[in-house]
């Protein structure tokens, strides 16, 4: 099971690089697009980090929770792994319909509300618990850096509206 695990956190990073290289070719490709960037960029950064972190909770919560160092067979690890896979699949939807910047930058803070104060969530118990492991203490630095590397186009999206 642990080689499953290793596997969705490759193609969670795999993904997400994936996004932004992509993106950022995408979004500066003649005059600057920050629309046309993030309208590639979201559903394929929340679905590579979302929707298989949701995946992972339902199908491998307890391994999980052991690498993590977290508490095993809780009813709040599913609801979460539900939650994850609800912006995946939404940012899928919102992709598809084609609903333009406005429902994607929605999708994408409200996938951002959650990873943010998962990664504070992270951390604290990083320095309460003494939870050094590696996919604990990971999450806040994977955060702040995935924020940083959006906050641009987003910013520039948001200028366009």
């Known amino acids: 099971m642990s080689y499953l695990l290793k596997l969705l956190g490759i193609l969670r990073i795999l993904g997400t690089v994936f996004a932004f290289y992509w993106g950022y070719k ?8 920050p629309i046309a960037q993030l309208h590639f960029m979201i559903p394929i950064i929340i679905v590579a980090i979302s ?28 609801q979460s792994a539900i939650a994850l896979l609800s912006y995946a699949v939404i940012a899928v939807v919102v992709y598809l319909c084609n609903w333009g910047i406005r429902s994607e930058l929605t999708i994408l803070f409200t996938f951002f509300f959650f990873i943010f104060f ?3 969530n992270h951390g604290v118990d990083a320095v309460k618990n003494k939870n050094y492991k590696f996919q604990n203490v990971n999450r806040p630095f994977l955060t702040l850096i995935l924020i940083l590397g959006l906050y641009y186009p987003v910013i520039m999206a948001l200028k366009t509206l």
Request: glycine letters at 20%.
């Open 118 to 120: 998962s990664a504070i």
């Open 51 to 78: 929707g298989t972190s949701g995946l992972e909770g339902l199908f491998l919560g307890n391994e999980s929770a052991k690498m993590k160092g977290f508490e095993v067979g809780s009813n709040y690890q599913r």
């Open 26 to 33: 995408i979004g500066y490709t003649g005059t600057y697009d």
